[in-house]
Each structure stands twice: as C-alpha cells, then as structure tokens.
C-alpha cells in the first residue's frame, strides 16, 4: 500500500492543486478546510481502476450502491459546520471507504465515524492506515442510531440522505452543536441544524445527490 500511496507521484499533486483551485472558485473560503483536503490523498479511498479521476469534483462509485463524496460538498459540508467555530467532538454517519473521515480528522481530534456496511468499513479501516490517520475511531453499527455511547457530539455530518431527520441524532447533538446531512428522496437538499437554548434550528442550503440513508447493518 506504500507503494500506491507514493507511487501517484507528481500527476497526484498537480491534480490535488487543481482541485483546491476549483474549490476556491466554487466559493470554498475555509483555508483550514482546503489544507485539509488538499492533505488527504483522495485517489487512496477510490478504487484502483478509478484513481486516474480521484481529484476530479465528482462523486465516484465504491461498490455496495455507496460512493466517495464529490470533493465539493465534502468541502461545503464542513464549511458550513465550522462557521465561527471549531468541530469538537464530531461524529460522521456513512464513513463509506473513511475519505471524509480522514478529512475531519486534520480538523479536530475527536472524530467517530459510523457504516452500516461492514466490507466497507473493512476498507475504511485498510486506507486509513494507509496513509498513517489513527484518530478516527470507526464502527460498525447503524448511522440511524448514531453512536450513544460517545454523545453528545458538537458536530455530526451524515452522508446519506435522510427522508426525515433521525430522531436520535438530534438527541445526540450537543447544545450549541451543529448537524448537516441531506434530506429528501428525489429531491434533496442540505439541511444545517443547530441545537440553540430556543430548540433546534433547520437552515436549508444547497441541492444535492446522496445515496439513500438506510437502517440495519449489512
């Protein structure tokens, strides 16, 4: 795995260039967001047959119908998240193959990241020791439910889209913390909840495209 994580060699680091250059120009401000994208190697997290796209802003696909985020909405996910303030405890819902994990965790040191999908997890696992990351603490478990044992989170991101906000997320959002995550079905947008004294508050942002948020472990 040494190899393949040297072995992209300067086309990697041109392209990763490239790739925070775009962001910018998409409205990305954040700089501690982009040193931290541009920190994680992306081509690490997709499959071997796709790492020539790695740093292209698309989604790509990981097998079990889940994909790698676009690298845009990585970006404006946690954008929107720090806003004026730090991460702290933070809790990721679909850790999928751990690249947005690995991305959190130049941000804050706590991070948790769940996946209902234990083959996948198994890569999350692979790559993120792969490229030295030992802070995220990863489960098996349903993202539904979130992570009880380690709440309350000040920050929680989830990565697939919800028909309704979980219940138990919300219950898991620390006071003054925020959420982000996508909500509908065929139609989705990013919702940004904060735990505020007067109750929860929902701003709607952009228009996205998630896999479904699904309940159970596989």
């Known amino acids: 795995m040494s190899g393949a994580v040297s072995g992209f060699g300067m086309t990697s680091q041109r392209t990763r260039t490239r790739m925070i250059e775009r962001l910018r120009e998409q409205g990305i401000v954040d700089e501690e967001v982009l040193a931290a994208i541009a920190a994680v190697p992306r081509h690490i997290f997709v499959e071997e047959a796709l790492a020539s796209r790695a740093y292209e ?26 806003a004026g303030r730090q991460l702290g405890r933070t809790l990721e819902i679909g850790a999928g193959c751990g690249y947005q994990a690995a991305v ?18 198994a890569k999350a696992r692979i ?16 993202g539904q439910l979130g992570l009880p044992e380690a709440a309350p989170f000040d920050t929680i991101i989830v990565a697939a889209a919800a028909s309704r906000v979980p219940p138990a997320l ?5 006071p003054g913390g925020r959420m982000i995550l996508p909500v509908g079905g065929a139609t989705q947008y990013l919702a940004l ?5 007067e109750g929860y508050v929902e701003t709607r942002l952009d228009a996205v495209r998630f896999v479904p948020l699904l309940s159970g472990v596989e």
């Open 57 to 82: 802003d698309t989604a790509l696909p990981l097998g079990f119908s889940q994909t790698i985020s676009q690298p845009y909405v990585v970006a404006r996910m946690i954008a929107a998240l720090r």
């Open 104 to 121: 959190l965790a130049q941000l804050t040191d706590e991070v948790y990241a769940v996946e209902r999908i234990e083959p996948l997890l």
């Open 127 to 142: 790559n993120l020791r792969a490229i030295k990351q030992l802070k995220v603490r990863l489960k098996h478990a349903d």
């Open 170 to 174: 919300l219950r898991q959002l620390a």
């Open 193 to 197: 909840i904060e735990n505020r004294t």
